[in-house]
DNA sequence: GAAATATGAATGAACG
DNA sequence: CGTTCATTCATATTTC
């Protein structure tokens, strides 16, 4: 079974939960997670608890900047609230002008005993798409349903968002 | 340039760490890591992120040689006496099931050049690990605030009223 | 020099 | 919510 065990976001999920991130505040309310969890999937392969838990974590890797060196950037000290304005962070970073990379070896499997020195390797796996998606209304259901699926998150439906526009 | 893109202990900062970590300092705190930190920069440059990263690993890697990954084949390479009696509690045990992903999204045609004119594919291609590492090398890990690119990302109106403006 | 390995760094998931 | 564990990725190092 060599499924993955970890998910892992698509970029275009990424790019979709960064940007709620960034226009969000805090922890998203359940409502909230599992529409976007619906709209996540149709990017890609996702739960509520992978949205859920990814907000966790970018939140509080957001706040990492005087309580601990947790995991992120070096250190900074700095009183500044970067929740909103992490923008400047740069974490993804690639070094300068060294992305010339090799042709790209399309198989990483390192526990395969077998010696696949493919000699070709002509790199053909690069389709990258547009980053434009149709994503279009969230939908915007009025489905007051109350899955368990990720069980008592304790997540706070205080500001329901649909009630207040 | 062409610098340490990645911190490597010097054999002098190792030593102090190992013997930090052999005192049964299985999770330093913050402030010993800062500490940690200190005394680790008078003999190399070196950042309070790596002495943390450094015990992690340090800790996970310590972890794995105990109990053994027995990854497909017996792949057993024990041997080690490194590993001392430090810390073999129970390890978080992860029932796994919830998120596995039905595989059939997985196969994605990287060549894409076939006939396939389907309007969206998006995500069409991201989900091998492969890719991903060939898109950091390239720099293709999308902007997480760019506006036009997100563009119509359909934040949906509803959301949008976090975007107090 | 390429492959295999070691290991630092990033991050999803879970715990308290 | 903050912290920690576990897994993966990328690169430095070693080996052949």
């Known amino acids: 079974m060599t499924a993955r065990q970890r998910w892992t976001p698509t970029p275009l999920q990424l790019q979709i939960l960064e940007r709620l991130f960034d226009q969000g505040i805090g922890t998203p309310s359940r409502q909230k997670i599992k529409d976007i969890t619906k709209e996540l999937s149709q990017h890609g392969q996702i739960a509520e608890q992978n949205a859920y838990n990814w907000f966790q974590n970018r939140r509080a890797r957001s706040m990492r900047k005087q309580h601990g060196v947790g995991v992120g950037s070096s250190n900074n000290k700095n009183g500044e609230s970067e929740v909103e304005t992490e923008t400047l962070n740069e974490k993804r970073k690639r070094p300068d002008g060294l992305l010339a990379l090799p042709d ?26 547009e980053m434009r998606s149709n994503l279009h209304l969230l939908g915007v259901h009025s489905d007051p349903r109350d899955e368990h699926l990720v069980g008592n ?6 500001y329901n968002l649909y009630d207040h526009v």
Chains 1, 2 share one sequence.
């Open 104 to 129: 790209g070896n399309n198989n990483n499997n390192l526990i395969g005993t077998t010696t696949t020195t493919s000699p070709r390797h002509e790199e053909l796996c690069f389709q990258c798409p």
């Open 153 to 158: 998150l304790g997540l706070s439906d205080s």
